[in-house]
């Protein structure tokens, strides 16, 4: 012991491994960098808007497209789209760090960044405490700890004033749209479908299996939501809500309950979906004033 005591005191134990940042992703591996990261690669929209509000914007040098939050993302160089990378480009910039989508990127092409011996952290947030620990994992691995935990914090305090508002709200059914061709929604699993049920409403399709299932007209003219909403291909595009003036036997149309939530605001996993989820709240606020 004392033998071990000394080494430990001379400095000759190499030290290396207590100076690691760790942390486990979202397929549950655990990924260790020898010190925080200082060139970071977002294979998505949502895990650059999850690196810039945990802190760790200043050290990304490239993203996917459509990463256009926070503004500063958009001067970013592209590596591709989160379905098809360009790895010549991606690996040319030497990340020590690359923050990839458990799903949503192609699978051989990040394995490939792996064996080019690239640490690749894979996040898919699934629920609120799901974006908060994201913030918090990856604050950690981009060197920007501090920030990282007021941000989460803020989140969750944030999502528990929501859920104290609205606990006791009379339900209200709901049919979220989240694309139009294929008509497809979102179960009670998905982000979405939490964020409907935070604010007293029911996802009339929320019971099936599928996390974005394609369903069809008839199955939502069957279900009658007394709300529809929407996201549309943009951030201010309302065509899908109009399609469904089509049915006016719908409750949703006839009680002119149609609205409309920018997708950014709900269809990422970032911070941002805490002002969508209080947009969401305060359209269900409005349908039940209308009964």
């Not at 939050?69 to 910039?93: C, K, M, N, T, Y």
């Not at 604010?199 to 299996?209: I, K, R, Y």
Request: glycine share 8%; charged share 25%.
């Amino acid at each position: 012991m004392a033998g071990l005591l000394f080494v430990l005191l001379t400095g000759l134990v190499e030290p290396a491994a207590a100076d690691q940042v760790c942390a486990i992703d979202d397929s549950g591996r655990e990924i260790c960098l020898a010190a925080p990261a200082e060139r970071i690669v977002a294979l998505s929209p949502g895990a650059t808007e999850l690196l810039f509000a945990a802190g760790a914007g200043e050290r990304l040098v490239a993203v996917v497209d459509h990463s256009d939050f926070p503004p500063a993302a958009s001067e970013l160089p592209s590596v591709g789209s989160h379905d098809r990378l360009d790895l010549e480009r991606l690996v040319a910039l030497q990340p020590d760090l690359v923050i990839g989508w458990v799903t949503g990127n192609p699978a051989e092409q990040v394995e490939r960044l792996e064996r080019l011996g690239v640490p690749v952290f894979r996040i898919e947030p699934r629920d609120f405490e799901g974006i908060a620990t994201a913030l918090e994992r990856l604050a950690r691995l981009g060197g920007s700890g501090a920030q990282g935990r007021l941000a989460a914090e803020r989140f969750r305090q944030g999502v528990a004033e929501l859920s104290a508002i609205h606990e006791a709200a009379p339900p209200v059914s709901v049919f979220y749209q989240v694309w139009d061709s294929p008509l497809m929604t979102v179960n009670d699993e998905h982000l979405i479908g939490k964020a409907v049920t935070l604010c007293g409403g029911v996802n009339v399709f929320g019971d099936l299996s599928r996390l974005v299932p394609r369903i069809d007209e008839e199955a939502v003219l069957a279900a009658d939501p007394e709300v529809i909403l929407a996201g549309g291909r943009g951030e201010e595009s309302r065509g899908w809500l109009a399609d469904w003036q089509r049915f006016p036997e719908l409750r949703a149309v006839a009680r002119d309950n149609l609205f409309f939530v920018p997708p950014s605001l709900l269809q990422r996993p970032t911070p941002r979906l805490l002002e969508g989820s209080r947009r969401l709240c305060d359209r269900l606020e409005v349908a039940r004033g209308r009964r």
